[in-house]
């Protein structure tokens, strides 16, 4: 299958793969982000010649650095939409959010896409009511379609308490709610993540469309039991290389899974990511599927 045969979307990028890396030096200069260069993305940092302190430079090496740059990476390699969010976590370490791009800079990049880019809103459970009301405006105010959070990192799992009040309101504004589950590559704690927490939630909120990111590595099999059992549980594969995947997870894909499984990058190089995913062996049918069509059915494009 031709890389441009089959129009793809991205349905977990990031706001950084669209932005200069020098406006993301205060996110990648927080502790955990320095810590998980040095682990999890060591390998860039040797290619590169990087210090530790030095991590904020990797974004020019996975990013694209600007809106345009990365329209025409879409253009070249097929990719219809992207979906990048706020990106609202919890520095443990420091005490204060990660992320939390505003709204006007989101918008800002949305409309520098003309409609290629869709955004998602943020959580923060430990703000609750000002959170609230500010995914109430993006939806309403800036057409955001759903929202990312990432319950982990402030220590939470996904049936906590307070993460309930996101959950209604998705519900009450008829968006899906995205969710990081699975181990933390930050220095964070990762039990939190486990995918079966969101069992209860799904249970709890039948007619809330929820979507576990970041596979549930590694608790790959309760991932794929959650979104196996309920209608309307999803799971998207960004944050890890296609051609690194389980072997179970790429046979739930080309099986049982193929109507509930959605293509994502989590920034890490919409070339790099769609290529691999061209070179599973899955069905041709079922490729189509994760690449574009269950998103459409999802997000309701």
Same mark, same amino acid.
């Not at 930050?186 to 970041?214: K, N, Q, W």
């Given at each position: 299958?031709?890389?441009?045969?089959?129009?793809?979307?991205?349905?977990?990028?990031?706001?950084?793969?669209? =932005?200069?890396?020098?406006?993301?030096?205060?996110?990648?200069?927080?502790? $955990?982000?320095?810590?998980? /260069?040095?682990?999890?993305?060591?390998?860039?940092?040797?290619?590169?010649?990087? *210090?530790?302190?030095?991590?904020?430079?990797?974004?020019?090496?996975?990013?694209?650095?600007?809106? $345009?740059?990365?329209?025409?990476? =879409?253009?070249?390699?097929?990719?219809?939409?992207?979906? #990048?969010?706020?990106?609202?976590?919890?520095?443990?370490?420091?005490?204060? &959010?990660?992320?939390?791009?505003?709204?006007?800079?989101?918008?800002?990049? #949305?409309?520098?896409?003309?409609?290629?880019?869709?955004?998602?809103?943020?959580?923060?459970? /430990?703000?609750?009511?000002?959170?609230? $009301?500010?995914?109430?405006?993006?939806?309403?105010?800036?057409?955001?379609?759903?929202?990312?959070?990432?319950?982990?990192?402030?220590?939470?799992?996904?049936? !906590?308490?307070?993460?309930?009040?996101?959950?209604? *309101?998705?519900?009450?504004?008829?968006?899906?709610?995205?969710?990081?589950?699975?181990?933390?590559?930050?220095? &964070?704690?990762?039990?939190? %993540?486990?995918? =079966?927490?969101?069992?209860?939630?799904?249970?709890?909120?039948?007619?809330?469309?929820?979507?576990?990111?970041?596979?549930?590595?590694?608790?790959?099999?309760?991932?794929?039991?959650?979104?196996?059992?309920?209608?309307?549980?999803?799971?998207?594969?960004?944050?890890?290389?296609?051609?690194?995947?389980?072997?179970?997870?790429?046979? /739930?894909?080309?099986?049982? %899974?193929? !109507?509930?499984?959605?293509?994502?990058?989590?920034?890490?190089?919409?070339?790099?990511?769609?290529?691999?995913?061209?070179?599973?062996?899955?069905?041709?049918?079922?490729?189509?599927?994760?690449?574009?069509?269950?998103? &459409?059915?999802?997000?309701?494009?």
């Amino acid at each position: 299958m031709d890389l441009k045969e089959v129009q793809a979307i991205d349905t977990m990028c990031r706001a950084a793969y669209c =932005m200069p890396p020098e406006e993301l030096r205060e996110m990648y200069d927080l502790y $955990e982000f320095r810590v998980m /260069f040095v682990t999890t993305f060591g390998g860039v940092m040797k290619k590169m010649g990087l *210090k530790p302190e030095e991590a904020w430079k990797a974004a020019a090496f996975m990013n694209k650095g600007s809106v $345009e740059a990365a329209i025409q990476e =879409m253009d070249e390699i097929g990719v219809e939409y992207i979906f #990048i969010d706020q990106m609202k976590g919890w520095s443990r370490r420091e005490n204060k &959010l990660w992320g939390d791009f505003s709204l006007e800079t989101m918008a800002e990049l #949305i409309d520098k896409s003309n409609g290629r880019i869709k955004g998602g809103a943020g959580y923060n459970p /430990f703000r609750i009511k000002e959170s609230l $009301e500010e995914i109430e405006r993006a939806v309403k105010d800036f057409g955001f379609i759903y929202v990312w959070a990432h319950p982990i990192t402030f220590g939470l799992a996904p049936n !906590d308490k307070k993460m309930y009040p996101l959950y209604g *309101k998705c519900l009450d504004l008829g968006i899906p709610c995205s969710m990081q589950v699975g181990h933390s590559a930050e220095p &964070l704690p990762s039990e939190p %993540g486990r995918p =079966m927490y969101a069992d209860e939630v799904a249970l709890d909120f039948p007619d809330l469309t929820l979507i576990l990111t970041h596979t549930g590595w590694p608790w790959i099999n309760e991932w794929m039991s959650v979104v196996w059992k309920h209608p309307n549980v999803y799971g998207n594969i960004g944050a890890y290389f296609p051609k690194a995947l389980d072997p179970s997870l790429v046979q /739930f894909m080309d099986g049982r %899974g193929r !109507d509930k499984v959605l293509w994502a990058t989590n920034g890490f190089g919409l070339t790099r990511c769609k290529t691999e995913f061209l070179e599973l062996p899955i069905k041709d049918e079922n490729k189509k599927k994760i690449l574009r069509e269950n998103a &459409l059915k999802v997000f309701k494009l």
